[in-house]
């Protein structure tokens, strides 16, 4: 399971039933079709997640939550094939006197999207 992480101190967020069941009472528009069962057109699209660190509250639409999901996936694969190129290339290689720059094709040397030239030259991702 993928964890979801607060925006403002980067700790986990869980799940909080008791505040998404109060903001579902206040929310509450529910229609049931001829067999009691509720129209699921009617339920809410969303779930109240609340911060272990500094409790702070977010609410997640499931579309949210899944797009999330998937940029944490997508980050995961990123990362891993970046590791796997910068094993293939030879440290002796690099000269730090030729410089750096922005290659957006993964976070990079240092986590911020730039690498050394002679690091890019190599880089099989860009190609």
Known sequence: MLEMRCKKCDQLLVLDEAITVAQY??????????????????LQNYLIYKCIGCNSVEKFTYKDWELLQRRQIAKSVMEFRKTEVFKKINPQSLDPDNGIAYCGQCSGYGGDGYCLNDIIKQCILRK
């Open 25 to 42: 009472y206040k929310d509450m528009d529910y229609l049931v079709d001829d067999l009691g069962e509720i129209i699921e057109k009617t």
